[in-house]
């Protein structure tokens, strides 16, 4: 056993590397997660927008806008 710890990459080294590597797994999770986190927000403002230009085309054109309750009502009858 004493060879193996004193040979470079020998086994007292294997627990150090695989903190390593899960250090680095950690951080690059963190990064797509935030990355993944911004995209969903600005995808939202984008919708967000969108359905407000909606909204104005349809107020500017005359047109009622229903809500998802009036919509599910009108299906009933």
């Known amino acids: 056993m004493a060879a193996a710890a004193a040979e470079p990459g020998g086994a ?45 085309l349809m107020t500017e054109a005359g047109i009622e806008e229903n809500t998802d309750e009036e919509l599910r009502i009108k299906k009933l009858h």
């Open 12 to 56: 007292v080294e294997l627990p150090q590397l695989a903190d390593q590597l899960l250090y680095r797994l950690q951080e690059n999770f963190q990064a797509l997660t935030d990355k993944l986190t911004l995209r969903m927000e600005e995808m939202g403002e984008r919708i967000n927008d969108l359905e407000k230009r909606v909204a104005d």
